[in-house]
């Protein structure tokens, strides 16, 4: 059993920067791939980015460049830095874990409770 707690979001003007944090309970965190994504109203939750127990990385097109995601199993927790932030990556943000990154960034089983990221223009 694993739960997530995201925290870190907010509003941010447009060009502005975030950095959302996911804490893990757990004591098997440093063997699970973890993932962020993003629901906007109105619209399905999308992938963001993940990273594998091992450090592996992926992310999705519409935010190469401008997000990238890290881990530090010493505190069981997974970051999601956001630079050059635009209005159209306003949104809640969920946390999600699983056994391996091919099954975080489509179907992971655990999730967070998510975390409001509003970006104005």
């Known amino acids: 059993q694993v739960q997530l707690v995201e925290s870190g979001g907010g509003l941010v003007q447009a060009g502005g920067s975030l950095r959302l944090s996911c804490a893990a309970s757990g004591r098997t965190f440093s063997s699970y791939a973890m993932g962020w994504f993003r629901q906007a109203p109105g619209k399905e939750r999308d992938f963001v980015a993940a990273i594998s127990w091992a450090g592996v990385i992926r992310s999705a097109d519409s935010v190469k460049g401008r997000f990238s995601i890290s881990r530090d199993n010493a505190k069981n927790t997974v970051y999601l830095q956001m630079n050059s932030l635009k209005p159209e990556d306003t949104a809640v943000y969920y946390c999600?874990?699983?056994?391996?990154?091919?099954?975080?960034?489509?179907?992971?089983?655990?999730w967070g409770q998510g975390t409001q990221v509003t970006v104005s223009s």
């Open positions: 999600a874990a699983d056994t391996s990154i091919v099954v975080v960034t489509t179907k992971p089983h655990y």
